[in-house]
T-cell receptor, first 115, second 115 residues
Framework: NAGVMQNPRHLVRRRGQEARLRCSPM?????VYWYRQLPEEGLKFMVY????????ESGMPKERFSAEFPKEGPSILRIQQVVRGDSAAYFC?????????????FGSGTQLSVL | AQSVTQPDIHITVSEGASLELRCNYS??????LFWYVQSPGQGLQLLLK????DTLVQGIKGFEAEFKRSQSSFNLRKPSVHWSDAAEYFC?????????????WGLGTSLAVNP
């Protein structure tokens, strides 16, 4: 779904550096979800945000990870002091709102590699 | 525990052959079931979903899936596979739970199509 834009597509970081992943939702969408896909594991929910609000961050690691979705601009997933175990594909999805027929539109993901 | 199992990691079929991808779930509440497809270099795209009503649901690209509550299954089918169907297929289960809506994902089934 070209409408959800994630960048960069690939990000290489050394241990201890910071990683910033960006997600621009589809036009008109005010809800953003971040997922992580670790090798040999299914997609795991990380955080659910609306504009300027974190609604549910129950899937976020307690340390080093943070997310925001400002009033203007993309949603940012920030990982401080990255470790090798953070290497994964990070997917962002957006939706126009809540509801039984809510449909998620996914970006193509950011592949983070930690050396 | 809530979980989604896709028993087949990898499937190869010949073009024109029929296809069935299996999905079993364990979920405490009324499940809402989804199938997504991820083509190489692309984000996940929703194929179809089941919320209620007719247990046989039709999706895009000629796919269908049948919800069988007694078997806790939601298998994806296509009568005649096309080479462009080669992709990763993910089954997911979710709950209609307001702001905390999130999906539990299977590990995926990789589909290869022989000419």
């Amino acid at each position: 779904n070209a409408g959800v834009m994630q960048n960069p597509r690939h990000l290489v970081r050394r241990r201890g550096q910071e990683a910033r992943l960006r997600c621009s939702p589809m036009k008109g969408h005010s809800h953003v979800y971040w997922y992580r896909q670790l090798p040999e594991e299914g997609l795991k929910f990380m955080v659910y945000l609306q504009k300027e609000n974190i609604i549910d961050e129950s899937g976020m690691p307690k340390e080093r990870f943070s997310a925001e979705f400002p009033k203007e601009g993309p949603s940012i997933l920030r990982i401080q002091q990255v470790v090798r175990g953070d290497s994964a594909a990070y997917f962002c999805a957006s939706s126009p709102g809540q509801g039984e027929n809510e449909k998620l539109f996914f970006g193509s993901g950011t592949q983070l590699s930690v050396l | 525990a809530q979980s989604v199992t896709q028993p087949d990691i990898h499937i190869t079929v010949s073009e024109g052959a029929s296809l069935e991808l299996r999905c079993n779930y364990s979920y405490g509440a009324t499940p809402y079931l989804f199938w997504y497809v991820q083509s190489p270099g692309q984000g996940l795209q929703l194929l179809l979903k089941y919320f209620s009503g007719d247990t046989l649901v039709q999706g895009i690209k000629g796919f269908e899936a049948e919800f069988k509550r007694s078997q806790s299954s939601f298998n994806l089918r296509k009568p005649s596979v096309h080479w462009s169907d080669a992709a990763e297929y993910f089954c997911a289960v979710g709950a209609r739970a307001g702001n905390n809506r999130k999906l539990i994902w299977g590990l995926g089934t990789s589909l290869a199509v022989n000419p």
